[in-house]
């Protein structure tokens, strides 16, 4: 592994731990076993390692996003792969270290959010009309609405106030509000769709 994919991968460790602000460039270079000069001869400062930290996660979440669109039977099966996809990318993260990327780091933070209501916006409206569309989903739904609706609600889901995480992970916030998100879209042929692939997914989480 080249030096700079390291360091990413290690810093980006350390944050999804315990946050942005508690982990500083020395805590960096230690994990990954090198001197700080050597570390700032890569990356200027810790801003710098942020912004290309969200630059490939919003990269990597849009490539996942289109693949799931391609290869998803339905509209219903596209949130199933959608909650797969967030508790990947999101299941290990301490809210912590969002928050501190709204508070101390709004530039890199607004790469985040401009992802959420340009591209993220798009993806969720056109699930929305494709389920439409195959009978998915109910036809009398606000479209622009819902998606607006749908786009706030999983953000509130990373906010710490929102329920006490000692008692509930992320995950399981994420799924309860996917699943609240599915039944309040779906017709009756959707709910026997959303049933299917919540029993598949569970046979899918039995272990060997």
């Not at 979440?61 to 596209?78: G, Y």
């Not at 006490?164 to 309040?184: N, W």
Request: proline share 2%; hydrophobic share 40%.
């Amino acid at each position: 592994m080249e030096v700079q994919q390291l360091i990413l991968e290690k810093a980006f460790d350390l944050f999804k731990r315990y946050g942005i602000r508690s982990v500083s460039m020395d805590d960096i270079a230690s994990q990954c076993g090198m001197s700080k000069k050597t570390l700032y001869q890569h990356y200027a400062d810790k801003d710098t390692l942020i912004h290309i930290i969200l630059v490939h996660m919003v990269s990597k979440s849009e490539s996942q996003c289109c693949t799931i669109s391609q290869k998803s039977e339905n509209a219903m099966h596209e949130i199933f792969l959608s909650i797969d996809m967030l508790q990947e990318m999101f299941g290990d993260i301490n809210p912590i270290m969002l928050f501190d990327l709204h508070k101390y780091h709004q530039m890199a933070y607004k790469k985040l959010d401009d992802h959420k209501q340009q591209f993220i916006y798009s993806i969720t409206k056109k699930n929305i009309e494709r389920g439409i569309a195959e009978g998915v989903f109910r036809p009398d739904i606000n479209v622009e609405i819902m998606t607006h609706l749908h786009l706030h609600t999983i953000s509130m889901t990373f906010e710490q106030e929102m329920l006490p995480r000692q008692k509930f992970s992320l995950v399981d916030i994420q799924m309860e509000v996917m699943l609240h998100y599915a039944y309040g879209l779906a017709t009756a042929k959707g709910v026997k769709l959303i049933e299917k692939y919540k029993q598949q997914r569970a046979a899918a989480l039995q272990p060997a």
